[in-house]
């Protein structure tokens, strides 16, 4: 049984608080929020105490932490958790820095303690089948890779301006995701990116609209597109073109029901939003990390891939203030 504290009551930690409630072989014995309210709201749902992160980090009984506090203090609690010997899942991204996430990667392979980050959706079912039937050699060579992720609603400006923009806080999903399907990391990256949803968004100095070029050193191309508002719902859609074929996943329906009548075909919108779309990814995530720290299975979704991502975040922030592609070294 592996014996959790959680640090980060909000949002997303309360998804994970029910993953690792609810898994066969983890217990979420304590959780941690500088807001003290939503720590003890929390942890009082599922029988934990609700104490502080140093706490956690001091208590020789706990065996992993997960890290679902604000993005600005995920470098510096994988420090401490590692340092301390406790397995970490953090959420993305790993830091607002490339160099801070850097330093921290550098830090944590000393010791040769796990981490893991949270990209969730390489545990969906869709994008995990994708990647199951490229590595099985289906379609061939993964070629063209095209990533389409839109949010239904911008985000209120307050968190644009903490949530390191776009293409940090939003994009990397699709970065780590690029990297995932096409088993490599670009050499070059060209971005696009405008304030066409809400104009607040652009005065707080970041895009809500943004195309990315990602290009091999092979001559392979991926191409994501983002938009902070598809009025339709959470549109999350990927296509590969393969030298042997072609695989694509769509968009996962609030139901099954198609309506055919004389104006039309028509059937139900996508699922609202991430908290709809990837709760059997955030489910299917937890699983793999308890299988890895347990059984010593290999960690899918390492630091030095949240790295990579994040380097692909940094590079398309800069491209797309200066409209010129960013070389990136090998
Ligand atoms: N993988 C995903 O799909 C996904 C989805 C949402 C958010 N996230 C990531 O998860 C993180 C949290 O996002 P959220 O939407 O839950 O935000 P949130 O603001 O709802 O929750 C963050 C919580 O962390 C607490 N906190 C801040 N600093 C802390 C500290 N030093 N110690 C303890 N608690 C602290 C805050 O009080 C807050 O309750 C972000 O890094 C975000 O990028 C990932």
């Known amino acids: 049984m592996l014996k959790v504290g959680l640090l980060g009551a909000g949002r997303i930690g309360r998804v994970h608080a029910i993953n690792i409630a609810s898994h066969a072989r983890s217990q979420l014995v304590a ?33 992993a932490v997960l890290i ?20 970490v899942l953090c959420e993305k991204p790993v830091d607002l820095s490339l160099e801070r996430a850097q330093a921290c990667l550098d ?3 000393k010791t040769g303690v796990p981490v893991m980050i949270g990209f969730n959706r390489r545990f969906d079912p869709n994008f995990s089948a994708i990647k199951a039937s490229v590595v099985a050699g289906e379609v061939g060579k993964p070629e063209l890779l095209s990533i389409t992720s839109f949010d239904p609603a911008p985000p209120p400006v307050a968190y644009v301006k903490v949530s390191g923009g776009l293409f940090r806080d939003m994009m990397i999903h699709d970065f780590d995701m690029a990297n995932f399907l096409m088993g490599d990391a670009p050499t070059s990256v060209h971005a696009a ?3 066409i949803v809400d104009p607040e968004i652009g005065k707080a100095g970041d895009v809500d609209t943004a195309v990315v070029t990602l290009i091999y050193a092979d001559g392979r191309i991926a191409v994501i597109k983002n938009s902070r508002r598809a009025v339709y719902g959470y549109d999350q859609r990927v296509e590969l073109l393969g030298s042997e074929g072609l695989l694509s996943a769509g968009n996962v329906l609030e139901n099954t029901v198609s ?36 059984d010593g299975a290999a960690i899918p979704v390492t630091l030095q891939d949240g790295v990579a991502a994040l380097a692909l975040a940094e590079a398309a922030t800069q491209s797309a203030k200066s409209g010129q592609s960013v070389t990136l070294a090998r």
């Open 259 to 294: 309506k055919a009548t004389k104006q039309g075909v028509t059937s139900a919108k996508p699922e609202f939003f991430f908290l709809e779309r990837y709760m059997r990814a955030y489910a299917a995530e937890w699983d793999a990390f308890v299988s890895a720290i347990l």
């Open 193 to 195: 990116g405008t304030s």
């Open 31 to 63: 959780v941690s929020d500088v807001n003290e309210d939503a720590a003890r709201s929390l942890a009082g749902a599922y029988g934990a105490q609700a104490t502080s992160s140093d706490a956690i980090l001091a208590d020789a009984s706990i065996d």
């Open 68 to 87: 679902a506090t604000s993005t600005d203090t995920h470098s510096d609690l994988i420090e401490k958790a590692t340092a301390a010997g406790k397995a």
């Open 107 to 109: 830090a944590v392979s």
